[in-house]
């Protein structure tokens, strides 16, 4: 079974470099191996060229076998969700474009979109700010993550637990569709009118349609 599950996470970190949700070292991910350990990826690597055996046990107490490479940096948040949510099958973090730059905004995706049920509510929440790696960080992230399945991290980056029994590669693809999301919501407001820019354009409206009222009752008049 550890073959079948390190070769799932190969994959995983395959298409989400394709996918451009991660580029280089950016980004790590993880799956539950049992009730007390899991595997994630390893310090600076890219995912794309990732083999088998570079993949890292880490114990949920924060130990890892010697010899290894170290795994992320990040590994706190990986262990801390799968601690706290016993459902948690895997972890993705990505630095994926749309979804980070809402995250650097320091805003929640709001249900603006139906799609946004697939984080498990009607928002995305992004969590407080704090260093990578801290222990600090890692309880923000679990508070934006309480009964959702997605985060936005400030300043960061994106954050999803998965419980997915069947691997962490069928679900590969929630990564993608809250970062689509997440563009389609900056898109939306960049175009779109915004509160102060609609109220002038019903203003100026109300004004012509008073203006075209008053013309309309000079010619009836028969004065």
Same mark, same amino acid.
Request: net charge negative; proline share 0%; charged share 15%.
């Given at each position: 079974m550890n073959d079948a599950v390190r070769r799932d996470v190969i994959e995983t970190g395959v298409k989400l470099s394709q996918g451009l949700l991660i580029r280089s070292s950016e980004g790590n991910l993880s799956v539950r191996l049992d009730d007390s350990s899991f595997l994630i990826s390893p310090s600076g690597s890219k995912l794309c060229e990732l083999l088998d055996d570079d993949l890292v046990v880490v114990n949920f107490d924060g130990s890892h076998l010697t010899g290894q490479l170290l795994p992320s940096s990040e590994w706190q948040f990986h262990k801390?969700?799968? =601690?706290?949510?016993k459902n948690a099958q895997a972890v993705i973090h990505t630095h994926s474009d749309f979804a980070t730059a809402l995250a650097c905004l320091r805003e929640d995706l709001p249900a603006?979109?139906?799609?946004?049920?697939i984080a498990g509510g009607n928002v995305v929440r992004c969590c407080d700010y704090a260093v990578f790696g801290s222990e600090i960080l890692s309880m923000n992230i679990l508070s934006a993550l309480e009964d959702r399945k997605a985060c936005l991290i400030a300043n960061h980056g994106l954050q999803?637990? =998965?419980?997915?029994?069947q691997g962490v590669s069928r679900e590969g693809g929630a990564a993608n569709h809250v970062d689509e999301l997440a563009g389609a919501r900056t898109r939306a407001r960049e175009e779109a009118p915004g509160p102060s820019e609609q109220v002038a354009r019903g203003r100026e409206g109300e004004r012509r349609e008073a203006s075209e009222d008053a013309r309309r009752e000079a010619s009836e008049d028969p004065r």
């Open positions: 801390d969700i799968y =601690l706290t949510k603006f979109h139906y799609m946004i049920a999803l637990d =998965l419980a997915c029994a």
